[in-house]
């Protein structure tokens, strides 16, 4: 049984991938993080009989890491760019510091 799962939610599918450990995990979900905001190009949706929702407003991707004391991840948006969260149900965003990407930002929240 592995310590951790990295859990990755696009295009309406759900792959879950386990790993021993933490560095391992924050490296897969820095990969495929990357290679989703590689192919994101959304337009946006919406206009005159609803609200219009721009591709920043749009999550195509979801990564989420779970493990021990560990309940985190990282949103791509429509438009290639991603922010990190902390939690579950209560999402926290991780703050980046200048010059910093959100999975830098995320492993430095994580203490890795």
């Not at 951790?4 to 759900?14: D, G, P, W």
């Amino acid at each position: 049984m592995s310590g951790y799962t990295v859990t990755v939610r696009a295009s309406a599918r759900v792959k879950k991938r386990p790993h021993e450990r933490l560095d391992e995990a924050l490296a897969e979900l820095r990969r495929i993080g990357q290679e989703l905001a590689d192919t994101a190009d959304t337009r946006a949706v919406g206009g005159r009989l609803m609200r219009r929702f721009d591709p920043v407003q749009q999550v195509v991707g979801r990564i989420e890491l779970r493990g021990p004391g560990v309940r985190c991840g990282v949103d791509v948006r429509g438009d290639g760019s991603a922010e990190a969260f902390t939690g579950r149900v209560r999402r926290t965003l991780v703050h980046q510091q200048p010059g910093e990407s959100p999975y830098d930002a995320l492993a430095r929240e994580l203490g890795v």
